[in-house]
């Protein structure tokens, strides 16, 4: 499975969108992306997965650059409650048995 | 409302001692695994299952086995406990190619 980089931590104003990067540049034409986050003391929580569409759920957006090398992961009006850890993982949709590989994430702390 | 349980939310151990952390699923899904997540090494797979009777190493299966003899539950065993396995354990399941659903996890303190 590819590679993920995303910055170690941002911060965002509660209200506000938050717009989380990340970078896949090695990423193979049958690799889906897919964005969880983990809030304090609780197991990771799956948020959206695209491939190279954009994709919008109750969520989250995501959006894919063209070339797929990266994406974004929007939360349009950020709340306290938003604080978490969120992944970027790249995952080959051809696998049946959706082995996951985490990176560390990026911190995104939303302030009052 | 999907579920993912996980036996206990806080457990100490001795060292030497075997311990059996369970995971139970409600959705009917082929696929579970085990993580353990450490400060400032995220999370590693320790082993999956993608049916019954059927598991797989993950990065780090050393000291750990599993066992999945039905569908919905999927056990990590530390046959003798060490410090060194102090950690949050994650169990999740997923069907085939989609999303995991992960636990609320086990925090484990070995002794």
């Known amino acids: 499975d590819a590679k993920t980089t995303q910055p170690t931590s941002m911060d965002c104003a509660e209200g506000r969108a938050a717009n989380l990067p990340c970078n896949h540049s090695?990423?193979?034409?049958?690799?889906?992306v897919y964005w969880y986050r983990q809030i304090h003391s609780q197991g990771p929580q799956y948020i959206i997965h695209?491939?190279?569409n954009n994709e919008t759920n109750e969520m989250a957006s995501l959006i894919i650059t063209e070339d797929r090398k990266s994406s974004t992961l929007i939360l349009p009006h950020a709340t306290l409650r938003d604080t978490a850890v969120y992944y970027c993982i790249v995952r080959d949709g051809s696998s049946n048995t959706g082995k996951l590989i985490f990176g560390q994430g990026t911190t995104l702390q939303v302030k009052p | 409302d999907v579920k993912v349980t996980q036996s206990s939310r806080y457990l100490v151990k001795r060292t030497g001692e075997k311990v059996f952390l369970e995971c139970v699923q409600d959705m009917d899904h082929e696929n579970m695994f085990w993580y353990r997540q450490d400060p400032g090494l995220g999370l590693r797979l320790i082993y999956f299952?993608?049916?019954?009777?059927?598991?797989e190493k993950g990065d780090i299966p050393e000291g750990y086995s599993v066992s999945r003899e039905k569908k919905e539950r999927f056990s990590l065993i530390l046959e003798s406990a060490s410090t060194n396995q102090t950690s949050m354990y994650l169990c999740?399941?997923?069907?085939?190619?989609?999303?995991?659903?992960f636990g609320p996890g086990t925090r484990l303190t070995v002794l």
């Open positions: 090695t990423i193979s034409g049958n690799e889906y």
């Open positions: 999740a399941s997923s069907s085939q190619r989609n999303e995991q659903f």
């Open positions: 695209g491939l190279k």
């Open positions: 299952s993608y049916d019954v009777k059927m598991k």
